[in-house]
């Protein structure tokens, strides 16, 4: 069953990006009535960070190939679309992908796919340049996984650029990445009137 979908506009620095989003009544109805929960329908805080991040940190994106996991909506692998070489957004949900395919088609992105691919089966995907993730590191049971995943990408010497918000819960897995930290960017996200601390860490060896 396909989402109603509508554009919305998310401020990024000094500049601002307009995707698709599905309609949140309808989310909830089908989600409720499956029992599941769809974290990849809403835009957070941590994914407007990072394209904060980038916006000052172009260098990390320009002319280069992006990949971007576990992407929910794909706002940071749509704005990296802009200035990269080419881009694939993936995410395990198939609702997920159809959103972000209308927002490339309506940003009119030539250099830019959207694919169904889980996180877990990243490491069988093309080596990209630059790996993009936000707000992938709140389930704790999952984190050992997650961290076997980019030290894959790491060890290939692909740069990992990964925001996350300011949660207790994410700091052990957090403290792993530090080894392999090259730039850390700390800022504060406003969204639905609520400020949220977001960090961001380039990743590297």
């Not at 509508?6 to 698709?20: G, K, R």
């Not at 060890?155 to 918000?165: F, G, L, M, R």
Request: charged share 15%; proline share 5%; hydrophobic share 45%.
């Amino acid at each position: 069953m396909s989402l109603p979908l509508h554009l919305q506009t998310f401020p990024i620095a000094n500049t601002s990006l307009e995707i698709y989003i599905p309609d949140a009544e309808a989310v909830q109805k089908i989600y409720s009535n499956n029992k599941g929960a769809a974290y990849w329908a809403q835009v957070w805080p941590a994914s407007i960070g990072l394209c904060n991040f980038l916006q000052e940190h172009p260098q990390y994106i320009e002319g280069k190939n992006i990949l971007e996991l576990a992407a929910g909506l794909g706002l940071p692998g749509l704005y990296a679309a802009g200035t990269a070489k080419q881009v694939i957004i993936t995410d395990r949900e198939e609702q997920a992908v159809a959103c972000m395919q209308q927002s490339i088609a309506h940003l009119q992105l030539k250099n830019t796919h959207a694919v169904v691919m889980d996180w877990k089966d990243a490491m069988q995907a093309s080596l990209p340049g630059v790996l993009l993730l936000s707000d992938v590191n709140y389930e704790p049971a999952v984190f050992d996984k997650l961290l076997a995943v980019l030290e894959y990408f790491l060890h290939n010497k692909v740069t990992i650029i990964i925001s996350t918000p300011q949660r207790l819960v994410a700091k052990p897995f957090i403290n792993s990445l530090l080894p392999y930290c090259t730039q850390q960017w700390n800022c504060g996200i406003l969204l639905n009137a609520k400020e949220t601390g977001v960090s961001v860490f380039v990743l590297g060896q």
